[in-house]
């Protein structure tokens, strides 16, 4: 990680939920934003600030994904869950002057491509493959390599950076966020003496590819806070993409930290 440098012509974007953030907050934020000397342009900004919790975060990527090239995000947390800030709401004028001055941490994440039938679908978090209504029956491919047959609920592949959500509910392993890897979890895997599978999570590198080879008509495929129904895929091929989204954090954040703050508690 390393810290950005100043941008004197900054111009930043408020991204949040309007049901869940107050208008004075926010015309409170707006009003410090223009003190501090940025310009507030929601179309081209340099710099994304979130206001909320993790999922205000990833609709926040998705709304200007095809920006991410040259876009930026900081992110102000109200509200008790957050990995992905490390300014809480009564830290707006530190989180300004750290961006003003350059004093911020900046991360790159890499984002999960799945691939199916041509169609892109891209997630920072995780993409979930289901089948809400019957038994899950998919080839699970390696590299070309096929490892088993998986009947059960459905599959994640997560990221990194996603490994804290949904993949460690499955029981996955918490990867730390400047590993660049995918982690692959199952939900609800039928094992028994017919059927088997690993029944465990499978970290696989950065320059892997996991491809599926479904039998199972009527998927559900979920990207991160967003899903589409599939009628039938007959393959699906997820690796890590060169799509990257920058997150700034504050100069003193420690993923350790963190983790001991959301998970183990002080005891």
Do not use: W
Request: charged share 25%; net charge negative; glycine share 6%.
């Amino acid at each position: 990680m390393s810290v950005t440098s100043k941008n004197q012509n900054m111009k930043i974007a408020l991204c949040y939920k309007t049901e869940k953030i107050d208008d004075e907050l926010v015309s409170n934020i707006k009003e410090k934003v223009l003190s501090y000397g940025f310009e507030l342009n929601d179309s081209c900004p340099d710099v994304v600030l979130f206001i909320g919790g993790d999922g205000t975060f990833l609709r926040a990527v998705h709304q200007y994904y095809n920006e991410l090239h040259k876009v930026k995000f900081i992110g102000l947390c109200k509200g008790h869950l957050g990995f992905f800030y490390s300014y809480d709401e009564n830290q707006i004028d530190a989180l300004l002057s750290d961006l003003k001055r350059g004093e911020v941490k900046s991360e790159s994440h890499q984002l999960i491509k799945a691939t199916v039938d041509n169609e892109e679908i891209y997630a920072l978090n995780e993409i979930r493959i289901e089948s809400p209504f019957h038994t899950l029956i998919s080839d699970v491919y390696i590299n070309d390599e096929l490892l088993e047959t998986f009947r059960g609920n459905g599959l994640v592949v997560s990221t990194s950076l996603g490994s804290t959500a949904y993949n460690k509910s499955l029981g996955g392993a918490v990867i730390y966020p400047s590993i660049s890897s995918m982690e692959l979890s199952e939900i609800a895997p039928i094992n028994n003496t017919v059927y088997h599978s690993l029944h465990s999570s499978l970290i696989i590198d950065k320059d892997s590819e996991i491809v599926l080879k479904t039998k199972t008509d009527n998927i559900l495929l979920g990207y991160d806070h967003l899903n589409k129904n599939v009628k039938f895929a007959s393959s699906i091929s997820l690796r890590l993409s060169n799509k990257v989204v920058v997150l700034l954090r504050n100069k003193d954040y420690s993923y350790t930290k963190l983790l001991k703050s959301k998970f183990v508690g002080d005891k």
